[in-house]
């Protein structure tokens, strides 16, 4: 590997380090020091041990542990330090053997079983859940007596014995995340492209499953030294003269009755060290390898759970191209937050305000019943000001532009205030409605090909909606207005007489973008706007939204699922999660502070060119026809309480500036 590539590697390792909470790192390192130091002892168990491992001759019977024995001598003249030193590296022998032929076995099974299916999954999993069933010591019994017939007694059996336990571990986790992982997009693709079977499995699915194994390891391997122990304490381990724990204590219960504690001391005790060593460890692995984990324990106002802190670079974040690379660092130290009203539910306006929506409350009739797609939302866009709105598909977020302006299809109904520049929508009549979308607000649309008449040209669009508004205009006067807005877009005078199909999809944008703002509105709502265009054209209709916003102090609202758009364009930021506004604030602070789980997720999500591995929310928006009495995100939710289940969280501040809507956080059950 070049040393640029080993500093990239450790650079990534750090961030993953310190992206995790303080308490882990410390399971970590405890774990892997307690494992560690055993370890070393085990390789060097010949140098450390005074004695052998089954030396007896001219040792004292039963002598107490003192300066020429440190932990006494046994009833068979044994010298206790030296047995639980070799008895710590026939424990790691066996580990490693029983752990890796369960690896070995029960992973390549659960490869093939999750992904073919049918009759050799449905056999698999039947036989795995049977062997699952029995209890482990039994299972691990029978595996010992039926395997001593043809091997023996001795590691191999021993560790054969106890691997039988953990086949159906390794098999049941790594079919589920196969069961997942083979029906993700990029698996498809691989399928489309004719790739075979054994590709798939190998390169696609196998190396996006393998990463719970080292975890599974772990934790088995802690499990694996109970094991060995009950099982050399019921004869059926490694038989003497080898050093085992579990049989020196079964030796040593008879000395503890007349007063020799020592003799089965000392091997308990480093059973009960090297477990809770590796299990440290196995759980300070799982805290650094699932993100979800890495912020554990946090107390209430500080970053919930699993929040990502994106550190900037000046004032804008490090970006490749349109998408900023989310540099994750220590959270900042957790103080105490005060609860401030939500501003969305403020009487009226601030004069500088540009626009108000007050608990807005948008209901689709369906055949199934009414469907709630927006319920309460509440955000203030000042002059000049942009506002993201962000979430999935699904979320309410175009519908919530679109209820702005009051242009939903028949059959939806609007509840709530929508005021811009003072005046409630919601008091003026129909006519009064229509003459205010393009004068006081306008909508830009994706797809801007479906939005432009194909058999009128460019120029006609403009003089159509002028003279709507304002019937006196005349044509040469609309012309010329149309020539300033399209001039405003860079795109030359001499295509004003063009049609829709004879232009790209950036310069499509760019009409669509002039049409709304000809009659030079105080709000812009702009529904992913450059959905369907390459980056630079994207590059570039930004610069320009962002250009007209500040020169003419327009208040932008711009809808979209690209956070780095958001990070780049705009001033403050709303994200959107089942018809519900669920977090609400600056940008800056929201992307280095994210609140709400959900906003979490979705910053996880991001790509960025130190991508390893692909994140996403497991599960589905709730159905609105019914949706939860609770939090809305509760059933997705890492960190989901008793009271997210019963009480709806509410929109509170915070003392940093933001809103959330997350009983994680004060003030979001009042």
């Not at 942009?386 to 979320?395: D, M």
């Not at 003026?428 to 004068?439: F, I, P, Q, S, T």
């Not at 610069?543 to 364009?569: F, P």
């Not at 995100?633 to 009271?643: E, G, L, S």
Request: aromatic letters at 6%; charged letters at 20%.
């Amino acid at each position: 590997m070049t040393g640029m590539g080993m500093s990239a590697r450790r650079q990534r390792l750090s961030r993953l380090w310190r992206s995790t909470h303080p308490t882990a790192r410390r399971l970590l390192v405890a774990g892997a020091v307690i494992t560690g130091l055993f370890l070393v002892m085990a390789v060097l168990a010949p140098l450390v041990a005074p004695y052998g491992e089954a030396e007896y001759r001219d040792l004292p019977q039963l002598a107490r542990p003192s300066s020429h024995y440190w932990f006494g001598t046994t009833n068979l003249r044994y010298d206790v330090f030296s047995r639980v030193v070799f008895g710590t590296r026939l424990a790691f022998q066996v580990v490693i053997l029983s752990t890796g032929f369960a690896m070995v076995i029960g992973v390549p099974l659960g490869l093939f079983a999750g992904y073919s299916g049918r009759r050799l999954d449905r056999v698999l999993v039947l036989l795995m859940d049977a062997m699952y069933a029995f209890p482990s010591l039994l299972l691990a019994i029978v595996a010992a007596f039926a395997l001593s017939r043809f091997v023996g007694q001795g590691v191999p059996a021993a560790a054969l014995s106890i691997s039988v336990i953990y086949i159906p571990q390794y098999f049941r986790v790594v079919r589920n995340h196969t069961l997942a992982v083979r029906e993700e997009a990029f698996v498809e693709a691989a399928r489309a492209m004719g790739a075979s079977r054994r590709t798939i499995v190998g390169r696609y699915v196998f190396f996006n499953v393998v990463q719970s194994v080292p975890v599974i390891f772990t934790v088995n391997a802690a499990d694996a030294i109970l094991t060995l122990a009950a099982l050399g304490f019921l004869g059926y381990g490694v038989p003497i003269p080898a050093a085992e724990w579990g049989y020196d204590i079964s030796r040593a219960i008879g000395d503890v009755a007349n007063g020799f504690w020592w003799t089965s001391l000392f091997p308990g005790l480093f059973i009960l060290a090297l477990v809770t060593g590796l299990t440290l460890l196995g759980e300070g692995i799982n805290d650094v390898v699932n993100p979800l984990l890495r912020r554990r324990g946090l107390g209430v106002g500080a970053v919930a759970p699993g929040a990502l802190v994106v550190e900037r670079a000046g004032t804008a974040l490090e970006s490749a191209g349109s998408e900023p690379i989310l540099v994750v660092t220590e959270e900042a130290p957790v103080e105490p937050v005060a609860v401030t009203p939500s501003a969305g539910t403020s009487p009226g306006p601030a004069p500088d305000t540009a626009l108000l929506v007050a608990e807005l409350r948008v209901t689709y009739a369906t055949p199934r019943g009414p469907v709630v797609a927006v319920e309460g939302a509440s955000i203030e866009i000042k002059r000049g000001e942009s506002l993201g709105l962000v979430g999935e598909s699904g979320c309410g977020k175009s519908t919530l532009g679109r209820g702005i302006l009051g242009i939903l299809p028949p059959g939806a109904t609007v509840t709530g205030r929508v005021v811009i520049g003072g005046v409630d929508l919601a008091t003026l009549d129909a006519g009064e409605r229509r003459r205010a979308r393009g004068e006081r607000a306008a909508m830009i649309f994706q797809e801007p090909m479906t939005r432009l008449d194909p058999l009128q040209r460019v120029e006609d669009h403009f003089v159509e909606t002028i003279r709507a508004h304002h019937p006196e205009t005349s044509r040469s006067e609309a012309r010329a207005m149309a020539a300033t807005a399209l001039a405003a877009m860079r795109i030359p005078l001499t295509r004003a007489r063009n049609y829709p199909h004879e232009f790209s999809g950036g310069m499509r944008q760019r009409i669509m973008i002039a049409l709304g703002l000809v009659l030079g509105p105080a709000v812009l709502v702009a529904d992913e706007p450059t959905t369907s265009l390459d980056v630079i054209v994207e590059a570039q209709i930004l610069e320009i939204l962002d250009d007209l916003r500040r020169r003419s102090d327009m208040a932008l609202l711009l809808i979209t699922h690209n956070l780095g758009i958001v990070a780049e364009t705009c001033d403050r930021l709303a994200v959107m999660y089942a018809g519900q506004i669920v977090e609400l604030g600056d940008v800056h602070t929201v992307f280095a502070r994210p609140r709400h789980p959900y906003t979490q997720g979705l910053l996880a999500s991001v790509i960025s060119l130190d991508t390893e591995q692909l994140s996403s929310i497991p599960g589905s928006p709730p159905d609105l026809l019914d949706p939860p009495v609770g939090c809305r995100f509760a059933d997705r939710c890492p960190f989901v309480m008793d009271v997210c289940w019963h009480e709806p969280p509410v929109l509170a501040g915070q003392d940093d500036g933001t809103q959330v809507a997350c009983h994680l956080h004060p003030g979001a059950g009042s």
